[in-house]
């Protein structure tokens, strides 16, 4: 499976930005379809997930409220919309997908199968 990421790019504190993600297979048997980031320096951190089958949402403490996932099963696309955005935001975006990933472990990054290529959010006035 492939994973290619778009939208990735330079915004003001404050601004908007999509990313999304396209899947080179069309469905999965279950598991999650996650982003995550990564800053320099620093390790992998989970963003947000959501359950292939069901939708179900989750998010990272310092996202919710300003960062909305979804999913398009007939695209097979996972979409990011990112709100009220910060510095502390800047990162390198990744999507992932992982079939056996279970609900208990949905952040972690080890537990994804597939991974994107990754796509820069710089976040400065």
């Known amino acids: 499976v492939q994973l290619q990421a778009s939208g990735g790019g330079l915004v003001q504190p404050g601004g908007s930005l999509r990313l999304s993600c396209a899947a080179s297979?069309?469905?999965?048997?279950?598991?999650?379809m996650a982003w995550f980031r990564q800053a320099p320096g620093k390790e992998r951190e989970f963003v947000a997930a959501i359950r292939w089958s069901g939708g179900y949402t989750y998010y990272a403490d310092s996202v919710k409220g300003r960062f909305t996932i979804s999913r398009d099963k007939a695209k097979s696309t996972v979409d990011l919309q990112m709100n009220s955005l910060k510095p502390e935001d800047t990162a390198v975006y990744y999507c992932?997908?992982?079939?056996?990933?279970?609900?208990?472990?949905?952040?972690?990054?080890?537990?994804?199968?597939?991974w994107g290529q990754g796509t820069q959010v710089t976040v400065s006035s």
């Open positions: 297979r069309r469905s999965f048997s279950g598991g999650y």
């Open positions: 992932a997908v992982g079939e056996r990933v279970i609900m208990s472990a949905m952040a972690i990054p080890r537990q994804y199968d597939y």
